[in-house]
């Protein structure tokens, strides 16, 4: 009976307290690291819009928040930066340069993936050694291209030309790796029966590889948007005039100009990452989808 009234208190107690939780001392260390990077992280994105609302005096005191915040210090940094010509600039390089690399892309991507030709993989395999080459060792050879020392170009150079800006970078390894590998995983049944209706590789491409592949595809563009948006050493390096520099370049432009100004700096700063923002956000979902899907073996 003794044995009887513990086992009914242990009961008892176990039902008073429903929601006892068992520390985890592995995972608790895991989440105080995710918590400190994601502080690390944010840290000097907070301290950037904090700075860019604030007023010149407050930033000389080092203050965190702004007692009163300046939206003015916007309007006046794109005035004074002269942003909407290099806005302009920007929009044109990245649209030009996202529809050259998704049309290189998708084609050389299909072509790895779904087409049987002699050397297929000696060139895949020579195709992905170059994301082993550092940016910095082919920057010169591209330059010199560019300039026209090496190949022969219309008008003999394409310094502070819109190509200078676009053509070196319509076609990358990993866009084309990330979409050999979707590409690959596609049935061959379709295939099949895409044959049996008369279709060859161009139109299985069109209508059924690439209304399954949008995931794949809107990460390509998301890192080519970025790619191109955040782009400064090399269109700093190919353009000597304003007349096709982009949003970067004006920024550092105007980091030279606008001397110890550091609220003017953030909100310029600030302006230059807000449409980086807002396509993240709106494809968020489609982004994390296709980084997902890279290396699965269909």
Known sequence: MADVSQTMEKVSV?????????????????????????IVAILPFFWMVSTSLMTLGETINR??????????????????????????NSVIITFVTIAGLLTTSILSGYAFGRIKFF???????????????????????????????????????????????TVPFIANAFSIFLLRQFFIKIPDELWDAARMDGAGHFRFLIQICLPISKAPVLTVMIFAFIGSWNAFLWPLLV??????????????????????????????????????????????????????????KG
């Not at 176990?14 to 994601?38: D, M, V, W």
């Not at 895949?124 to 170009?153: H, K, Q, W, Y």
């Not at 956000?281 to 899907?293: D, S, V, Y």
Request: charged share 15%; no cysteine; proline share 7%.
């Open 14 to 38: 176990k039902e008073s307290h429903p929601f006892t939780f068992k520390i985890n001392s592995g995972r608790l260390i895991l989440y105080l690291i995710l918590i400190l990077g994601a």
């Open 63 to 88: 203050q965190w928040l702004p007692e009163v915040p300046q939206f003015e210090n916007y309007s006046e940094a794109w005035t004074e930066a002269k942003f909407a010509k290099y806005f302009v």
């Open 119 to 165: 050397g297929k993989n000696v060139l895949f395999a020579l195709l992905l050694a170059t994301m082993m080459i550092p940016e910095s060792v082919t920057m010169i050879p591209n330059f010199l291209m560019i300039r026209g020392d090496i190949l022969p170009l219309p008008g003999d150079s394409w310094l502070n030309t819109l190509p200078a800006l």
């Open 239 to 296: 353009t000597t005039r304003a007349v096709w520099r982009p949003l970067m370049v004006g920024l550092w432009t105007f980091v030279s100009e606008a001397g110890p100004e550091t609220n003017l700096l953030m909100a310029g700063a600030v302006i230059t990452i807000i449409p980086i923002l807002i396509l993240y956000f709106l494809t968020q979902k489609q982004f994390t989808e296709g980084i997902a899907t890279t290396g699965l």
